[in-house]
């Protein structure tokens, strides 16, 4: 080459020198430092020196070399993966294709098979006229005109006659409903899963609109006397009730009961509704109401009765305190309201005179005590003392009911006189207690009332809940005789109220909940049937017996006629109830044909009979301050004219009149006590007849109760029940009169006993009339039984 002379000798030796090295990198670091230092020799020699130049020129190739090899790599690693992606594309696309295709054949397939057999299905259900249930039964699934009553008294013909149920329901319609245009062409009664319980009855309309038109009327059943626990619902097939109660669970275990409703198989939202509605109470007792002079509440469907504070403080906008009732519009209906007693400030009572039945009337009253420690000023015990009073004059005027916040915590203290009281313990929530809550007890056990709360059925909480904290301080009050009437006593929480409400307080919820009680006024026990004090029969006439005929039991043919119809009642009727009945006949009509009869006097004063004050503890002490408290109380009313002087009396009549009230509660206690104490040494003493007669003689339990008890011991335990009392009652007396013949007499014994037990009878009567130790006629029945 021009300008280069390389000798064979050079490269030669170059390439021996490679050829030696084959397995040394090119790139290493020792080559690298070699080539440095050849560049350098390179570049330092002369440039015409051959070699230098060739190894330079074989280290620039060798470079260029290294990089395109490096360039190769990389594109030859890029072309793989493009090829490899490329060609995975094409093998899914050929496997979908080919799947897609023969799937798609058998699911085509598939699908025409499937419309065929449904085509010929529906061509077959077109074809049937009548299904089979329809066949069996056509009426069973007719359920569109049915109707489900619950809890109606089967009728007396009913209880005989099974198939009379259409007439115990067409009463229903006629007396409950006021429907004399719709009858029940069809009625069953299904057999009751419970003993006492009365079975659903199925019923069946003519037509729908009557169905309909006896739906829009059944809320009328409410006010009916005697159909308002008579409940109608449309009769569902046993899926739509299986439906509904799935329903029903599946909110329940959500926690969505309260927010949600089941209704005709659907899932609907409970709209927000007040508390009144909410309640749907019929009487409600309001507390501090905060109403001035004349103010009043209005709220739709009730009537309000209140009783504001005269006086308030001046420092204050609103008024204070303050009680009221609310009454409603339906319950007028059927009572009349009237205003006994609001003398005394913040107790306010009213009677409900019911217009078709007195024993049915109720005295309600609502109270407010303020709190110890108020700036009102007021004195517990002249409160309770007032209230005492009150109860004492309106407690036979009808069913006695009082409710308020008395701001008294009683604690564990009981609300009875524990082995004189017959009535089961409270639910005590709060152990606290105060003064109010002494007086409370003390008042509570003078007057013979006790707690609702806790006692009868139903939720027992606090009634009073704030940032203070808890408290039971309202109560609702009823005598013992009337714990039967209550059937449930809830005590609702604010707070649970708003969650069932849906309602949202303006400032901050209130801390006193409502006490809500239940009173079934429809099956009260009407103590007449068990009376055992006659009420006076004004159409019996009175004989003055002083004036005793010498001629009674004269004529010897009524005497005959009478002993032949005992004789022919006794053994061929073998009924002692008519044998007595005629010999009771007898003896009246003689009476009436020969003495003489009283003139039965009449005006204002004829019926007055004074009503002793003489109790077993009474004491000569407590004689003498009752007559101090009659005196100061006729002072008092007298007085007219000067004001001071009437301060005067009066203040004079209450301190006597509480120191009266005291020593006669403390008089009563410690005479119970030691009636207690003495019972208990009888007890212990094992003398059960001394222990019996002693008990016999105290009669203090039975104080408030003059009736016969309506209960009876049966195999399972003690039951009140009506029908089982009195069918208990039929069977020990005939057994105890219908005993079997004795075999160790023969006949002309027994008549011979029978003639002289009838001719003493007759004697000892006879002779008890001419001493005037009989009245009338009504002591006869007494004598001989």
Same mark, same amino acid.
Not at 266 to 290: M, Q
Not at 443 to 453: D, E, I, K, P, Q
Not at 733 to 750: A, R
């Given at each position: 080459?021009?300008?280069?002379?390389?000798?064979?000798?050079?490269?030669?030796?170059?390439?021996?020198?490679?050829?030696?090295?084959?397995?040394?990198?090119?790139?290493?670091?020792?080559?690298?430092?070699?080539?440095?230092?050849?560049?350098?020799?390179?570049?330092?020699?002369?440039?015409?020196?051959?070699?230098?130049?060739?190894?330079?020129?074989?280290?620039?190739? $060798?470079?260029?070399?290294?990089?395109?090899?490096?360039?190769?790599?990389?594109?030859?690693?890029?072309?793989?993966?493009?090829?490899?992606?490329?060609?995975?594309?094409?093998?899914?696309?050929?496997?979908?294709?080919?799947?897609?295709?023969?799937?798609?054949?058998?699911?085509?397939?598939?699908?025409?098979?499937?419309?065929?057999?449904?085509?010929?299905?529906?061509?077959?259900?077109?074809?049937?006229?009548?299904?089979?249930?329809?066949?069996?039964?056509?009426?069973?699934?007719?359920?569109?005109?049915?109707?489900?009553?619950?809890?109606?008294?089967?009728?007396?013909?009913?209880?005989?006659?099974?198939?009379?149920?259409?007439?115990?329901?067409?009463?229903?319609?006629?007396?409950?409903?006021?429907?004399?245009?719709?009858?029940?062409?069809?009625?069953?009664?299904?057999?009751?899963?419970?003993?006492?319980?009365?079975?659903?009855?199925?019923?069946?309309?003519?037509?729908?609109?009557?169905?309909?038109?006896?739906?829009?009327?059944?809320?009328?059943?409410?006010?009916?006397?005697?159909?308002?626990?008579?409940?109608?619902?449309?009769?569902?097939?046993?899926?739509?009730?299986?439906?509904?109660?799935?329903?029903?669970?599946?909110?329940?275990?959500?926690?969505?009961?309260?927010?949600?409703?089941?209704?005709?198989?659907?899932?609907?939202?409970?709209?927000?509704?007040?508390?009144?509605?909410?309640?749907?109470?019929?009487?409600?007792?309001?507390?501090?109401?905060?109403?001035?002079?004349?103010?009043?509440?209005?709220?739709?469907?009730?009537?309000?009765?209140?009783?504001?504070?005269?006086?308030?403080?001046?420092?204050?906008?609103?008024?204070?305190?303050?009680?009221?009732?609310?009454?409603?519009?339906?319950?007028?209906?059927?009572?009349?309201?009237?205003?006994?007693?609001?003398?005394?400030?913040?107790?306010?009572?009213?009677?409900?005179?019911?217009?078709?039945?007195?024993?049915?009337?109720?005295?309600?009253?609502?109270?407010?005590?303020?709190?110890?420690?108020?700036?009102?000023?007021?004195?517990?015990?002249?409160?309770?003392?007032?209230?005492?009073?009150?109860?004492?004059?309106?407690?036979?005027?009808?069913?006695?009911?009082?409710?308020?916040?008395?701001?008294?915590?009683?604690?564990?203290?009981?609300?009875?006189?524990?082995?004189?009281?017959?009535?089961?313990?409270?639910?005590?929530?709060?152990?606290?207690?105060?003064?109010?809550?002494?007086?409370?007890?003390?008042?509570?056990?003078?007057?013979?009332?006790?707690?609702?709360?806790?006692?009868?059925?139903?939720?027992?909480?606090?009634?009073?809940?704030?940032?203070?904290?808890?408290?039971?301080?309202?109560?609702?009050?009823?005598?013992?005789?009337?714990?039967?009437?209550? $059937?449930?006593?809830?005590?609702?929480?604010?707070?649970?109220?708003?969650?069932?409400?849906?309602?949202?307080?303006?400032?901050?919820?209130?801390?006193?909940?409502?006490?809500?009680?239940?009173?079934?006024?429809?099956?009260?026990?009407?103590d007449i049937a068990c009376d055992t004090r006659q009420a006076p029969n004004t159409d019996r006439p009175r004989y003055n017996?002083?004036?005793?005929?010498?001629?009674?039991?004269?004529?010897?043919?009524?005497?005959?006629?009478?002993?032949?119809?005992?004789?022919?009642?006794?053994?061929?009727?073998?009924?002692?109830?008519?044998?007595?009945?005629?010999?009771?006949?007898?003896?009246?009509?003689?009476?009436?044909?020969?003495?003489?009869?009283?003139?039965?006097?009449?005006?204002?004063?004829?019926?007055?009979?004074?009503?002793?004050?003489?109790?077993?503890?009474?004491?000569?002490?407590?004689?003498?301050?009752?007559?101090?408290?009659?005196?100061?109380?006729?002072?008092?009313?007298?007085?007219?004219?000067?004001?001071?002087?009437?301060?005067?009396?009066?203040?004079?009549?209450?301190?006597?009149?509480?120191?009266?009230?005291?020593?006669?509660?403390?008089?009563?206690?410690?005479?119970?006590?030691?009636?207690?104490?003495?019972?208990?040494?009888?007890?212990?003493?094992?003398?059960?007849?001394?222990?019996?007669?002693?008990?016999?003689?105290?009669?203090?339990?039975?104080?408030?109760?003059?009736?016969?008890?309506?209960?009876?011991?049966?195999?399972?335990?003690?039951?009140?029940?009506?029908?089982?009392?009195?069918?208990?009652?039929?069977?020990?007396?005939?057994k105890l009169f219908n005993s079997g013949d004795n075999g160790n007499f023969d006949n002309n014994h027994l008549d011979w006993?029978?003639?002289?037990?009838?001719?003493?009878?007759?004697?000892?009567?006879?002779?008890?009339?001419?001493?005037?130790k009989s009245r009338n006629t009504s002591e006869s029945p007494a004598k001989l039984a």
């Amino acid at each position: 080459m021009a300008g280069v002379d390389i000798s064979n000798s050079t490269i030669r030796n170059q390439v021996d020198q490679r050829k030696r090295k084959p397995s040394q990198n090119l790139d290493g670091p020792e080559n690298e430092t070699e080539m440095k230092n050849n560049n350098k020799r390179v570049k330092n020699d002369d440039p015409n020196n051959s070699e230098s130049a060739v190894l330079y020129a074989i280290n620039t190739l $060798t470079e260029k070399v290294n990089s395109v090899f490096d360039s190769l790599s990389s594109r030859m690693d890029n072309l793989e993966k493009k090829f490899e992606d490329g060609l995975s594309e094409k093998i899914a696309d050929a496997v979908r294709k080919v799947v897609h295709e023969e799937f798609g054949k058998e699911i085509s397939n598939f699908k025409k098979q499937i419309n065929q057999d449904i085509g010929n299905i529906k061509s077959d259900l077109d074809k049937l006229t009548k299904s089979y249930a329809e066949v069996a039964n056509p009426s069973a699934n007719n359920k569109k005109c049915n109707i489900v009553i619950k809890y109606l008294a089967p009728c007396t013909i009913e209880i005989n006659d099974p198939s009379a149920t259409m007439n115990t329901v067409n009463k229903l319609l006629r007396d409950g409903l006021k429907l004399t245009d719709i009858k029940v062409s069809q009625a069953k009664r299904l057999t009751p899963k419970g003993k006492n319980k009365t079975g659903l009855i199925i019923a069946t309309v003519d037509t729908f609109e009557q169905k309909q038109k006896l739906m829009k009327s059944k809320s009328s059943l409410k006010k009916s006397k005697n159909f308002a626990n008579v409940y109608i619902e449309n009769d569902l097939t046993p899926e739509m009730r299986n439906n509904d109660n799935n329903l029903r669970q599946i909110l329940k275990m959500v926690g969505k009961e309260r927010n949600f409703k089941v209704f005709g198989g659907r899932i609907l939202p409970n709209k927000a509704k007040s508390v009144l509605n909410y309640l749907n109470l019929d009487i409600i007792g309001v507390c501090e109401t905060f109403l001035k002079n004349d103010d009043n509440i209005e709220i739709s469907g009730y009537q309000w009765y209140g009783h504001n504070r005269k006086f308030k403080n001046a420092k204050t906008k609103r008024g204070s305190g303050g009680v009221g009732v609310l009454i409603k519009v339906e319950v007028l209906d059927n009572f009349s309201v009237s205003i006994l007693d609001s003398s005394v400030e913040d107790i306010l009572w009213i009677k409900l005179s019911h217009k078709y039945d007195d024993s049915n009337n109720i005295c309600f009253c609502v109270c407010y005590f303020p709190p110890e420690g108020s700036s009102r000023l007021n004195d517990g015990e002249k409160l309770y003392n007032d209230l005492l009073q009150q109860v004492y004059c309106y407690q036979n005027e009808g069913f006695v009911y009082i409710g308020g916040d008395v701001n008294s915590r009683c604690g564990s203290e009981q609300d009875y006189i524990q082995g004189v009281d017959d009535i089961n313990d409270r639910e005590i929530i709060d152990v606290s207690s105060n003064k109010y809550g002494d007086l409370l007890i003390d008042f509570l056990t003078s007057c013979n009332l006790c707690m609702l709360n806790g006692r009868a059925d139903g939720n027992n909480d606090f009634t009073c809940v704030s940032k203070r904290g808890r408290s039971v301080v309202d109560y609702v009050f009823a005598p013992h005789e009337q714990l039967d009437m209550c $059937t449930s006593c809830d005590v609702y929480l604010m707070s649970n109220l708003r969650v069932d409400t849906g309602l949202n307080f303006e400032k901050s919820i209130l801390d006193h909940g409502p006490i809500v009680w239940t009173v079934n006024m429809v099956n009260v026990k009407k103590d007449i049937a068990c009376d055992t004090r006659q009420a006076p029969n004004t159409d019996r006439p009175r004989y003055n017996l002083k004036r005793f005929p010498l001629n009674f039991l004269n004529n010897n043919k009524h005497i005959q006629d009478t002993i032949d119809k005992i004789e022919n009642e006794l053994v061929t009727n073998k009924d002692i109830n008519s044998a007595y009945t005629e010999f009771v006949t007898l003896i009246e009509k003689e009476m009436k044909d020969t003495v003489p009869v009283l003139k039965t006097p009449t005006g204002p004063s004829s019926n007055k009979r004074k009503k002793s004050l003489r109790k077993p503890y009474w004491t000569e002490e407590l004689t003498s301050l009752w007559n101090k408290v009659c005196i100061k109380e006729k002072q008092w009313l007298k007085c007219k004219n000067c004001t001071n002087l009437r301060r005067k009396l009066k203040q004079e009549f209450c301190n006597i009149r509480n120191q009266f009230d005291k020593l006669n509660r403390n008089t009563k206690r410690k005479f119970q006590l030691k009636e207690q104490d003495n019972l208990s040494k009888l007890f212990q003493s094992n003398n059960t007849r001394d222990f019996w007669k002693y008990i016999g003689n105290i009669g203090i339990a039975n104080e408030r109760r003059q009736n016969i008890p309506f209960k009876v011991k049966t195999d399972e335990g003690f039951s009140s029940d009506v029908d089982v009392v009195l069918d208990k009652w039929k069977t020990d007396y005939e057994k105890l009169f219908n005993s079997g013949d004795n075999g160790n007499f023969d006949n002309n014994h027994l008549d011979w006993v029978a003639g002289m037990i009838l001719h003493y009878i007759l004697s000892n009567w006879t002779s008890s009339l001419r001493r005037n130790k009989s009245r009338n006629t009504s002591e006869s029945p007494a004598k001989l039984a």
